[in-house]
């Protein structure tokens, strides 16, 4: 093979008896387009229905506060189901779990375009929500299964490119849909991908065989609660005021405990939810690190960006999806990049630590943003963004797997979705708390200097004089003191995740180098 060839290359020397794929699939090429569309599907879902939500509040009858269920119970269902995906793809099979998976995220996003009122399109919401939480882990392990080690860094790149891609395009074409035909079209543009991905699979998909494994109920119970609650705290604690309301409490309470009980149950239980031998592995472990602060960084760039340019810069819901396609381009041409490094005998920690530096320095762009920033601010830094996690993706996920144990690969991958997905809650929930309390923080000191002396067209002290005139104008000093104050609270977030993006580098220093092709099969 001419990759084989090359000197550099981390396949080079090796025996090619060992560079083999774990699975042989008839057609790989064609069976990596079915699992990338059911991979993109259940991405898309992530986001796509966010810019939804108003639309769906009026034609469902529910209230502004009811209505964010929508999205909470997605979340949830998604993340208490993901971790049994190993115990389940032993047990039934990997290729049954992932046509089933599919099937049902097909069926259940048909339903929820269906959904008459909210408790249906929550609870439909629930089921896609659980039917696509095994959808992830099992893409990337069959995706790794099928190809030789030597080509798990191009293939890791085909993979991540639909990951990262996916949650960038959701809002761009689910404002799309919205606006151009109807708010449940973003559930019914699920139905052709997804058939076209289930043709696919049932045809390409090559069987593993299922094993004999206990399932360890209440380890799944424990995490379980842990998981749901640290979500419905994180989702309602802005609605709540946080520890101000017993109700934010009670989840405190209940995913401490769950998940204390749960620690001590996965380290002395005979046969835990997850094999103890993936926590000895150190490069996994450092990756879930790494794959939290990913989730962290770029979700809540990307919960916050939409709302900033919308109500600080009039950007309408197309023209905020086109502004920030280039951080997409910016992922998928570094995704080829680090690809390419590492079949070239690249470090790979090198590349994650560049990645990470890139994406802080990105950070720190925007953070020198102010309220006369144009289009081409948003584009250059959300390109230079893209570049630096499109260089992150890839060598972490290659990097991790190269030492995992073959066997531990589908509960490996579960916990690295579960940890970007937990990072992603998080991350959207604690730079939103942020923004709200820095912008009373700021609107406050702004407000204090705002005097006669400072506003030279208007005599403050004079303004009630005026009545109705005088309310405009103080209306008018209001909003631009709002607007001076939310830019600043949008930057105060941008510095906590330049300094997340920052505190992660060292972390690469503890990984072990290891090639692709180097790991135990």
Not at 251 to 261: E, N, P, T, V
Request: charge should be neutral; proline fraction near 5%; include cysteine.
């Amino acid at each position: 093979m001419a990759i084989a060839a090359r000197p550099a290359s981390p396949a080079a020397g090796a025996d090619p008896a060992e560079d083999q794929p774990a699975l042989v699939a008839r057609n790989q090429p064609l069976l990596m387009v079915g699992i990338m569309a059911a991979s993109l599907i259940q991405v898309l879902d992530t986001t796509i229905a966010n810019v939804a939500i108003p639309h769906m509040q009026s034609s469902l009858g529910a209230t502004a506060e009811s209505v964010t269920w929508v999205l909470t119970s997605y979340i949830i269902a998604s993340a208490v189901a993901m971790p049994a995906t190993g115990w389940l793809s032993d047990r039934v099979g990997a290729k049954r779990l992932f046509i089933f998976s599919v099937v049902g995220f097909i069926l259940a996003s048909m339903m929820c375009g269906m959904a008459q009122n909210l408790g249906e399109m929550v609870l439909f919401r629930a089921l896609q929500g659980v039917s696509g939480a095994f959808i992830p882990p099992l893409s990337q392990s069959f995706m790794l299964d099928t190809s030789k080690p030597s080509r798990h860094p191009q293939v890791m790149a085909i993979w991540g490119l639909g990951i990262m891609i996916g949650p960038i395009l959701g809002p761009i074409l689910g404002g799309w849909l919205t606006e151009s035909v109807n708010w449940r079209w973003v559930f019914y543009v699920n139905l052709p991908v997804g058939a076209v991905a289930l043709a696919v699979l049932l045809l390409e998909l090559p069987h593993r065989e299922a094993k004999a494994r206990k399932f360890d109920l209440f380890g799944f119970v424990m995490l379980g609660v842990a998981l749901a609650s640290l979500q419905l705290m994180l989702d309602r604690g802005s609605q709540l005021d946080w520890f101000q309301s017993a109700e934010i409490w009670l989840y405190a309470i209940l995913m401490g405990s769950a998940a204390w009980i749960a620690v001590i149950h996965f380290a002395t239980g005979r046969e835990p939810l997850f094999d103890t031998a993936i926590f000895a592995d150190r490069n996994f472990v450092i990756a879930l690190i790494f794959m939290l602060v990913i989730g962290v960084v770029m979700f809540a760039n990307m919960a916050l960006l939409p709302p900033m340019l919308q109500r600080l810069f009039g950007y309408g819901v197309i023209d905020t999806g086109i502004v920030l396609m280039p951080r997409g381009v910016g992922v998928m041409l570094s995704m080829q990049l680090s690809g390419l490094l590492m079949r070239r005998g690249f470090d790979s920690r090198i590349i994650v630590g560049t990645g990470f530096a890139i994406a802080a320095y990105s950070q720190w762009m925007m953070a020198g943003w102010s309220l006369a920033a144009d289009e081409w601010h948003f584009i250059t830094t959300g390109l230079v963004q893209g570049l630096g996690l499109g260089l992150v993706f890839i060598p972490l996920n290659v990097t991790a797997f190269s030492t995992l144990p073959g066997r531990l690969r589908t509960d490996g991958s579960s916990l690295l979705n579960l940890v970007r997905s937990i990072g992603a809650s998080a991350g959207i929930s604690v730079t939103t708390v942020l923004l709200a309390k820095n912008i009373q923080t700021a609107h406050s000191d702004i407000g204090s200097h705002v005097t006669s002396a400072t506003v030279n067209a208007v005599d403050i002290s004079m303004v009630d004089r005026y009545q109705s005139a005088g309310e405009a104008v103080l209306s008018m000093i209001d909003a631009e003191v709002n607007r001076q104050a939310a830019m600043i609270a949008y930057i105060d977030d941008f510095y906590l995740m330049m300094w997340m993006a920052l505190a992660a580098i060292p972390l690469v220093f503890l990984m072990r180098k290891a090639s692709p092709s180097a790991g135990p099969r």
